[in-house]
């Protein structure tokens, strides 16, 4: 008989999973399945990287064990990236993380700076693995409600003063996952200064800091004043250039943070594969057009799928950021009994707005992530159930 830690027994499994599973169980039924559910791109890696790695890949250096927190010059590519694209200044060897995927980062930080019963301020809905990490660290969540009639950004006025005080750390993630929400310097304005007031690091996930719509490029957390004093930003490769499966992040910021996270990740990892880490540093310091036609290409299929929910009489708002629709459900229904009924009977994989939270519960999440005539299919596919108006 196995007997657990404590700190697995307060770990969920882990969501999608369970999504992959029944998409998965519906297409072995010989189905059409169309998976919207999951927030995995569905285009390659432009072909500039994937020769960087092919290059790299013989090297024999890149054999040995890589240097701990990884190659100086990835370091330095990220740092240039961000000044050239935010105007932020960072220093490579000692603001920037190298990441095995900007997931583990989110997760390392709740056991870098909690101790068992700390507060944490999560959002809700938000993604996941910010509760998985508390959870690991034996922390205390205290949820940010997100609700549209506060453009999804948290309201620092309701959170209690005892609360606000007791926190030592909170996320915030725009573009936002699962809402589609972007948000302007002036909220980053007001929780630098909520951060600073209460003792709060702050950590701002920007995995999705190259999409945003309409003409408006996402602002990061670190453009603001007095970002680095109170805390970090977690940015990917995984969607910027379509490299999920590459598994590269990064934490840039507050020097210290960052010296925590390469410690544990050190011990952890070591670094990851030199020829992916070439591979990024090409990404990174290459043409940014495949940047600017990623952001193009979901802003279309946004575009798209929102004129054929028009067609169904589908109302919901538009994402101004992110690869995700925040969509509501029909009357009658929870987000679960929705999304069940859709794979059942349209054959579209959507994910139930509660597995991000309770108040995620009346919506489901779509991600922009199959071309544009699969997105209208499915919506067609889900108008045939006449739920709607
Ligand atoms: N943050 C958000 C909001 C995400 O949606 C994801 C991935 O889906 C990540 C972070 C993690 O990205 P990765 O670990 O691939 O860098």
Redesign the pocket.
């Known amino acids: 008989q196995i007997s657990p830690a404590n700190r697995m027994t307060g770990l969920p499994a882990q969501f999608f999973a369970g999504l992959v599973r029944k998409a998965n169980a519906q297409a072995a039924k010989g189905r059409d399945v169309i998976n919207l559910g999951q927030?995995n791109p569905d285009q390659p890696t432009p072909p500039h990287i994937v020769e960087a790695l092919q290059e790299a890949a013989p090297n024999p250096m890149y054999h040995r064990y890589p240097p701990f927190s990884g190659y100086p010059f990835l370091k330095q590519a990220v740092a240039q990236r961000y000044k050239e694209d935010y105007g932020v200044e960072l220093d490579p060897e000692k603001e920037v993380a190298i990441?095995f995927?900007?997931?583990?980062g989110?997760i390392e930080i709740s056991q870098c700076l909690l101790n068992p019963g700390d507060v944490c301020l999560v959002p809700d809905p938000g993604?996941p693995?910010y509760w998985s990490g508390v959870a690991l660290a034996g922390g205390v969540m205290e949820l940010m409600p997100l609700t549209a009639d506060n453009a999804f950004l948290p309201d620092y006025g309701a959170i209690s003063p005892a609360v606000a005080d007791k926190a030592k750390l909170m996320f915030i993630?725009y573009p936002?996952?699962p809402t589609g929400a972007t948000a302007g310097s002036e909220f980053y304005k007001q929780t630098v200064e909520f951060a600073a007031k209460h003792g709060i690091v702050v950590a701002s996930?920007f995995?999705?800091g190259a999409i945003g719509f309409d003409d408006k490029q996402p602002v990061s957390f670190l453009q603001t004043p007095g970002a680095k004093e109170v805390g970090v930003e977690?940015y990917?490769?995984?969607?910027t250039y379509n490299m999920?499966g590459w598994?590269?992040?990064f934490a840039l910021g507050n020097p210290e943070i960052i010296s925590l996270i390469n410690l544990i990740q050190d011990h952890y990892y070591c670094s990851l594969f030199g020829g992916i880490q070439a591979a990024a540093a090409a990404a990174l310091t290459g043409s940014q057009q495949c940047v600017a036609e990623l952001a193009s290409a979901y802003e279309n299929r946004r575009n798209a799928l929102f004129g054929a929910m028009a067609e169904i009489g589908w109302q919901a708002a538009k994402p101004s950021g992110s690869f995700f629709c925040w969509l509501p459900v029909p009357k009658g229904f929870t987000s679960s009994s929705f999304s069940d009924l859709v794979l059942e009977r349209a054959d579209v994989v959507l994910a139930p707005g509660v597995g991000f939270g309770k108040h995620g519960e009346g919506y489901v999440r779509l991600g922009l992530l199959a071309p544009e005539e699969r997105l209208q299919e499915a919506i067609h596919r889900i108008g045939k159930l006449n739920l709607f108006g």
């Open positions: 927030g990441l995927g900007g997931k583990t989110l993604y693995d993630n936002n996952n996930d995995a999705y977690f990917t490769l995984s969607k999920a598994r590269v992040g």
